[in-house]
T-cell receptor, first 119, second 111 residues
Framework: GAGVSQTPSNKVTEKGKYVELRCDPI?????LYWYRQSLGQGPEFLIY????????DSGLPNDRFFAVRPEGSVSTLKIQRTERGDSAVYLC?????????????????FGPGTRLTVL | GENVEQHPSTLSVQEGDSAVIKCTYS??????FPWYKQELGKRPQLIID?????GEKKDQRIAVTLNKTAKHFSLHITETQPEDSAVYFC??????????FGAGTILRVKS
């Protein structure tokens, strides 16, 4: 079946502009995650959803960042008043469900990412 | 929160040799440790994982070991091939399925 998809693949914007990044998870996956990967670094957690609700948004760097998942499937990451430091690859991942139990961890499948460049 | 350290940052080996990448973590409550391979411009892909009730796991040429007492885990790749060249990330799972990644290791396999 289809994997996680993200659009656009590349986004170039100017400082101060608003951007939206979209993620389509694997069908049936209830958990969805956003990560940010800067050049030469590992992905950093931003936020995750269990269904429609944001279960943990502790990784969002500030209030310019916001994410929604209104119907429990597609998610949009929104960045207001973009800054040059926001430039990175934004990765989305999905899994069957989110759980803290040792035996119930579900593999996260990553999308190809959106490369955001803020000029 | 969890913190994951990964070493080395770059690793060059001759084709056919073994490669070892090491990670340490800080939160003793973490209980799941996946390894991802990321080729240039591509998405991270899970290659092997280990849970905290297991000390070692092997899958063909790759293996992972876990020492919970010392809070470190390692990836071992034997008989390396040019197609193993990529960036490898270790990670630890905090409560709620949140992945905390290491900074990555660039592996170059020279033929």
């Amino acid at each position: 079946g289809a994997g996680v998809s993200q659009t656009p693949s590349n986004k170039v914007t100017e400082k101060g502009k608003y951007v939206e990044l979209r993620c389509d998870p694997i069908s049936g996956h209830t958990a969805l995650y956003w990560y940010r990967q800067s050049l030469g670094q590992g992905p950093e957690f931003l936020i995750y959803f269990q269904g429609t609700g944001a279960a943990d948004d502790s990784g969002l760097p500030n209030d310019r960042f916001f994410a929604v998942r209104p119907e429990g499937s597609v998610s949009t990451l929104k960045i207001q008043r973009t800054e040059r430091g926001d430039s990175a690859v934004y990765l989305c991942a999905s899994s069957l469900m989110a759980s803290g139990g040792q035996s119930s961890y579900n593999e996260q499948f990553f999308g190809p990412g959106t490369r955001l460049t803020v000029l | 929160g969890e913190n994951v350290e990964q070493h080395p940052s770059t690793l060059s080996v001759q084709e056919g040799d073994s490669a070892v990448i090491k990670c340490t973590y800080s939160d003793s409550a973490s209980n799941y440790f996946p390894w991802y391979k990321q080729e240039l411009g591509k998405r991270p892909q899970l290659i092997i994982d280990i849970r905290s009730n297991v000390g070692e796991k092997k899958d063909q040429r790759i293996a992972v070991t876990l020492n919970k007492t010392a809070k470190h885990f390692s990836l071992h790749i034997t008989e390396t091939q040019p197609e193993d060249s990529a960036v490898y990330f270790c990670a630890a799972v905090e409560y709620g399925n949140k992945l905390v990644f290491g900074a990555g290791t660039i592996l170059r396999v020279k033929s």
